[in-house]
């Protein structure tokens, strides 16, 4: 079996796809991940909003999570 990859980063938020990518040797991150990367280059004003909305549209993030992306740029 012959792979090729040529990736920065591959966005993963699947944990079993994740621990294989990362075997694999590949940079892994998850959506989250981007959007903390987001905020901190600018891209975005504010995490909490995104992440809110998230939530509210059927994407499961703990409280806990959500307060650590928060805390981690700023926003606690």
Do not use: F, W
């Amino acid at each position: 079996m012959r792979k090729e990859i040529i990736a920065d980063i591959v966005i993963i938020d699947d944990a079993n796809a994740k621990k294989h990518a990362k075997y694999l040797g590949l940079p892994v991150t998850g959506t989250l991940g981007v959007l903390i990367k987001a905020k901190q280059k600018g891209y975005i004003d504010k995490l909490q909003p995104v992440l809110y909305e998230m939530v509210q549209n059927g994407i499961y993030i703990s409280q806990g999570l959500i307060e650590l992306c928060l805390k981690q740029v700023g926003e606690s």
